[in-house]
């Protein structure tokens, strides 16, 4: 097929053809828009909203990344779904104390959900956004049916996010996409120069002196806060709190390890397991897989 190429884009969602395309997808392309909600400390939250109905399934994406990471798994969901963009990523405001722990977002985000959504969810996050769906889950259990974390424990080995760290860490702002794709290259991140091109793409903006910056607060910072001020430990205390099911999947290559799972289990007895041949980022390594697997915990399509 022929490549999208950036002066072909017009929306963000021009994309999805070709995605669809790639993996096979038989449906329509579900109605696709971007949300808007201005919370009452002034800030925005900004989603994706995919299919015509209300939403059954919420996404929230890990650091670094945006709401559009779950693009092709939503397209292979076949389920309304809607996927937030963490504060200080996407189109969400920055914080001015540049706080992005779990336990500060999760209220912004729950508020996100309430508004946008009218039957509880199944509510899934990837990294950073596991652990802030599951404070989500555990404050506001009126929200979430069943949690999906995604490669991510609260015991987790910080040191293995450096793969990532040491792409945001430097440069923060740059003369075209090019360079930005080419440096995600290099590192190990982001798939076929298409699909890294596509996310590199749909996670920067032109700035007004024609430079071009990641969208997300972390980049603009000078990288991702050193590890020891992410202070996982007390999530255990939340998780522990969740009523819902909760179900971790994570990737063989992934940053949660086999002890990382069995530990959960022990601390957070009756979570479901199911792992993947992926990497961290299993909504973009492996997203058709990942969507059959959320199509399951929901209970099926209802398309």
Not at 154 to 166: E, N, T
């Amino acid at each position: 097929g022929c490549s999208v190429t950036e002066s072909d884009i017009r929306t963000e969602f021009d994309f999805l053809p070709a995605q669809a395309a790639a993996i096979g997808a038989s449906t329509p392309l579900p109605s696709a828009e971007r949300l808007s909600l201005t919370l009452g400390s002034g800030r925005t939250i900004s989603a994706l909203r995919f299919g015509g109905d209300a939403p059954v399934v919420t996404f929230l994406h890990g650091a670094g990344l945006n709401a559009h990471t779950f693009d092709t798994t939503i397209l292979a969901l076949g389920l309304p779904s809607l996927s937030i963009d963490l504060p200080g990523h996407g189109d969400s405001s920055w914080r001015d104390d540049a706080n992005y722990g779990p336990r500060t977002m999760a209220d912004d985000v729950a508020q996100a959900i309430a508004a946008w959504t009218d039957i509880p969810q199944v509510l899934v996050g990837q990294s950073l956004g596991g652990l802030t769906a599951a404070v989500v889950a555990a404050r506001h259990p009126e929200l979430v049916r069943t949690l999906v974390m995604i490669d991510i424990t609260p015991g987790l080995d910080q040191g293995s996010v450096g793969q990532v760290r040491g792409f945001l860490d430097g440069a923060s702002d740059f003369a075209g996409r090019d360079e930005i794709v080419a440096r995600a290259m290099a590192v190990g991140l982001g798939g076929s120069r298409e699909d890294t091109a596509r996310g590199v793409f749909l996670n920067t903006r032109v700035r007004d002196d024609g430079r071009v910056i990641f969208k997300h607060h972390f980049a603009n910072l000078g990288g991702l806060p050193p590890a020891d001020s992410m202070n996982m430990v007390p999530m255990w205390e939340d998780l522990a709190a969740v009523a819902a099911p909760i179900t971790l999947v994570r990737g063989d290559r992934g940053y949660v390890t086999g002890a990382n799972a069995e530990a959960l289990i022990e601390r957070v007895p009756g979570t479901s397991v199911i792992t993947v041949a992926a990497g961290h980022n299993v909504q973009e390594d492996v997203p058709v897989e990942l969507g059959g697997i959320i199509a399951e915990i929901s209970g099926g399509a209802t398309n």
